[in-house]
């Protein structure tokens, strides 16, 4: 087992202008398991795939253990790869094919057969060691990959985007399977997906790329209550964060009716409030909402005193169960906006809201975020 350095790392494609990867450098424990997520194209693959060995290094060097393996082979690095797209040998059974590897290192098929059987215990793929690829389901696929790779006791797994090709339930229990062995293996693991969800419930820490850059590194919920940048508390979070550009007057960000005191000195300030970050105020007419909602409204109205609220009319709610989600839009001839065009807010699922309607919000201060409306960095 090791950790891993890369140190100042990039990467360019022949003839591209711009670099994949940029500097990267992260520090990565022993055992920790790290996620590099980021959009399309950020570099994540590109990344990983340097640490494999199977893309060059520019500049910068990459330490596995302690050791510098930036000009190793592949194979001398010790490090076991996991790709999106398995590639199992059809014609062998699933057992041959978890032992390639060994029996090709010149391992006795004796102790290869063992440890095939430890790994296919701990996927519980024992009942299946005879059966042929062709004969399973795409989640046991995915299992006989990831036994592939347990089986060689590397140093280090890269696992590139493995549970693409699973449907959505079987992607929530694999992911989860794979964090707990992971747990049980300790073994040093990089994982690449472009589904923030996914990294937040697995790494024990998370890289955010943007550009062939690193953005942040730290763990899902500082990531989540301490996002540095704009980008990142936009990525992070689902739906992201309602990024509001505003204008500051007299010590204070305008959105609307609203008066948020902002720490800048700037003209312009970017406002960052999480959908549950916003209260519903009371509804204007006669009407409230329900007596609950409405006490914690009521609570709402003395907090945000001199606050003031905006309001939005309501273009889609989506009910994902436990809670609701609601997006809507500044009505016409406001002078607010966010970023995405959108506003989206978390309600009480037991609220009735209608299409059309607009509704009255109220930002929880203590909740707000800045960031500078020129860099987007957090203030
Ligand atoms: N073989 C290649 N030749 C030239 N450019 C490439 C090659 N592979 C990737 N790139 C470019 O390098 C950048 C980073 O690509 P990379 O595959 O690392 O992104 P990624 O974050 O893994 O994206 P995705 O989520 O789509 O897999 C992209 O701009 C991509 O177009
Ligand atoms: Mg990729």
């Known amino acids: 087992m090791a950790g891993v350095h890369y140190a100042g790392v990039s990467h360019r494609y022949p003839g591209a202008d711009t670099l994949a990867?940029?500097?990267?450098?992260?520090?990565?424990?022993?055992?920790?398991f790290?996620?590099?997520?980021?959009?399309?194209?950020?570099?994540?693959?590109?990344?990983?795939?340097?640490?494999?060995?199977?893309?060059?290094v520019e500049s910068g060097h990459i330490d596995i253990g302690g050791v510098d393996v930036t000009s190793l082979a592949p194979r001398e690095r010790d490090v076991a790869m996991v790709f999106q797209n398995y590639a199992l040998y059809l014609n062998m059974t699933v057992g041959d094919n978890m032992g390639f590897a060994l029996r090709n290192?010149?391992?006795?098929?004796?102790?290869t057969a063992a440890r095939v059987l430890d790994a296919a215990k701990m996927l519980e793929l024992e009942p299946l060691l005879n059966r042929k690829p062709g004969k399973l389901s795409g989640g046991q696929r995915q299992?006989?990959?990831?036994?592939?790779?347990?089986?060689?006791?590397?140093?280090?797994?890269?696992?590139?985007?493995?549970?693409?090709?699973?449907?959505?339930?079987?992607?929530?229990?694999?992911?989860?399977?794979?964090?707990?062995?992971?747990?049980?293996?300790?073994?040093?693991?990089?994982?690449?997906?472009?589904?923030?969800?996914?990294?937040?419930?697995?790494?024990?820490?998370?890289?955010?790329?943007?550009?062939?850059?690193?953005?942040?590194i730290a763990s899902p919920r500082e990531l989540y209550d301490n996002p540095v940048n704009t980008f990142v508390a936009s990525f992070i979070g689902s739906p992201g964060m309602n990024l509001i550009d505003a204008p500051v007057v007299d010590g204070a960000a305008v959105v609307g009716d609203?008066?948020?005191?902002?720490?800048?000195?700037?003209?312009?300030?970017?406002?960052?409030?999480?959908?549950?970050?916003?209260?519903?105020?009371?509804?204007?007419?006669?009407?409230?909402?329900?007596?609950?909602?409405?006490?914690?409204?009521?609570?709402?109205?003395?907090?945000?005193?001199?606050?003031?609220?905006?309001?939005?009319?309501?273009?889609?709610?989506?009910e994902l169960g436990a809670e609701?989600?609601?997006?809507?839009?500044?009505?016409?001839?406001?002078?607010?906006?966010?970023?995405?065009?959108?506003?989206?807010?978390?309600?009480?699922?037991?609220?009735?809201?209608g299409l059309a309607e607009t509704v009255r919000l109220v930002p929880k201060l203590d909740e707000v975020f800045f960031f500078s409306a020129t860099t987007g960095d957090r203030l």
């Not at 290192?105 to 102790?111: P, R, T, V, Y």
């Not at 902002?262 to 329900?290: K, M």
């Not at 997006?327 to 970023?339: K, R």
């Open 258 to 318: 609203i008066r948020i005191p902002a720490p800048t000195r700037d003209p312009r300030v970017t406002v960052g409030i999480r959908p549950e970050s916003w209260s519903l105020r009371e509804r204007s007419s006669a009407q409230s909402w329900s007596l609950r909602e409405r006490s914690s409204a009521q609570s709402w109205d003395l907090v945000g005193k001199g606050v003031g609220a905006v309001e939005v009319a309501v273009e889609l709610i989506e």
């Open 34 to 56: 790290i996620v590099l997520v980021g959009p399309s194209g950020c570099g994540k693959s590109t990344s990983l795939r340097m640490l494999a060995g199977l893309e060059s």
């Open 105 to 111: 290192a010149g391992m006795s098929k004796a102790d």
């Open 21 to 32: 990867v940029d500097s990267l450098e992260l520090d990565i424990a022993d055992g920790e």
């Open 143 to 216: 299992r006989v990959a990831m036994g592939r790779a347990i089986v060689r006791q590397p140093k280090v797994f890269c696992m590139d985007e493995p549970l693409s090709n699973l449907d959505a339930k079987l992607r929530v229990s694999t992911r989860a399977q794979i964090a707990g062995l992971q747990k049980r293996l300790g073994t040093t693991t990089v994982y690449v997906t472009h589904d923030q969800v996914e990294a937040m419930t697995m790494g024990d820490r998370v890289a955010v790329l943007q550009a062939g850059k690193l953005q942040q």
């Open 324 to 353: 609701s989600f609601l997006y809507g839009a500044p009505p016409l001839g406001s002078d607010w906006s966010t970023q995405s065009g959108r506003v989206s807010v978390r309600v009480d699922r037991r609220l009735s809201i």
